[in-house]
Nanobody, 122 residues
Framework: QVQLVESGGGLMQTGGSLRLSCAAS????????MGWFRQAPGKEREFVAG????????LNTDSVKGRFTISRDNARNTVYLQMNSLKPEDTAVYYC???????????????WGQGTQVTVSS
C-alpha cells in the first residue's frame, strides 16, 4: 500500500508561482512512476505531468508545457510540481498519483492522494 499526501496548494495571483509537494509512504517510492492530475469545476480530470521511477523521463501536456515542471526526490519519498506563470485557467484541485510505469492515463494509476486546491485569481 502506498499513501500519498499533497501539500502546497493555495491562492496565487496571475503570473505567480507555487510548488506542490506529494509525500509518499508505504511501499518503496522509487518503484513507482508518479503523476499529477487536476480537475476544475465542471471539467474532467486532466493529466498535468508525469515522471518515471528514476526521474530521468518526464511527461507533460500542452496546456502547461514550459510553465510547470515535475521532479522527484527519491531520498525524501517526494514528488514536486513547480508551477510558474500561473493563469486563472490553472485553478483546480491537483492530485498526486502513483503508477507502475509513466502514463497519461488516469486509470493506470493505482494510488491517489486526496488533492490540494490551487486557486489563481483574475
Amino acid at each position: 500500500q502506498v499513501q500519498l499526501v499533497e501539500s502546497g496548494g493555495g491562492l496565487m495571483q496571475t503570473g505567480g508561482s507555487l510548488r506542490l509537494s506529494c509525500a509518499a509512504s508505504g511501499r518503496t517510492f522509487s518503484s513507482y512512476a508518479m503523476g499529477w492530475f487536476r480537475q476544475a469545476p465542471g471539467k474532467e480530470r486532466e493529466f498535468v505531468a508525469g515522471i518515471s521511477r528514476s526521474g530521468i523521463s518526464t511527461l507533460n501536456t500542452d496546456s502547461v508545457k514550459g510553465r510547470f515542471t515535475i521532479s522527484r526526490d527519491n531520498a525524501r519519498n517526494t514528488v514536486y510540481l513547480q508551477m510558474n506563470s500561473l493563469k486563472p485557467e490553472d485553478t483546480a484541485v491537483y492530485y498526486c498519483a502513483a503508477a507502475f510505469a509513466s502514463t497519461r492515463i488516469a486509470s493506470e494509476y493505482v494510488y491517489w492522494g486526496q488533492g490540494t486546491q490551487v486557486t489563481v485569481s483574475s
